[in-house]
């Protein structure tokens, strides 16, 4: 047991990391790779970049849509589902949007990546969105509304004597 070579390990690992013997002796946890960029899907800036709250965090853009194997395209900024595939199932009234206590992020349980973020919608998305909502066709999950209400999003009194 004693013969075997040590190595100091830098930082921490779990039991499935690669770890890498670097020149100075030291064990570092292999950066996992990044899952390849959807080239077809163009490049974007996150719109979580800009957002009050969220400080920059260094990290230089444009940023791409990543597709890991068996999964939806995701921001590579924010880990959001891309915005046409958010929209498709918004449309499809099929799968249940998962409301949260942000007005910027909703949930997709039946999808992977599970979380978009409204900043990623068009214009023209976010009228859309505004249909289906006021159409009622969209499939919401507890407690059946946005009961934080999306940013973009103004929920009107209903008219005197209505
Ligand atoms: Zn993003």
Not at 9 to 33: C, F, M, N
Not at 70 to 93: D, Q, T
Not at 123 to 136: V, Y
């Amino acid at each position: 047991m004693s013969d075997l070579p040590e190595y100091k390990l830098e930082g921490y690992a779990s039991a499935g990391d690669v770890l890498q013997l670097h020149p100075d002796g030291v064990l570092r946890r292999k950066p996992p790779t990044p899952p390849p960029v959807r080239e077809d899907l163009g490049t974007h800036t996150c719109g979580r970049r800009t957002e009050d709250g969220v400080p920059p965090d260094g990290r230089p853009g444009p940023d791409t849509w990543r597709e890991r194997p068996g999964e939806l395209p995701s921001c590579s900024y924010c880990g959001s589902m891309h915005p046409n595939e958010f929209m498709r199932i918004a449309e499809g009234g099929v799968h249940e949007l998962g409301p949260t206590d942000k007005s910027y992020k909703v949930y997709v349980d039946s999808h992977r990546p599970s979380k978009f973020y409204f900043q990623h919608l068009t214009l023209e998305q976010r009228h859309r969105f505004i249909e289906l909502l006021n159409a009622g066709t969209m499939k919401i999950g507890f407690p059946g509304r946005f009961y934080s209400r999306p940013f973009f999003v103004q929920y009107s009194k209903p008219a005197e004597g209505a």
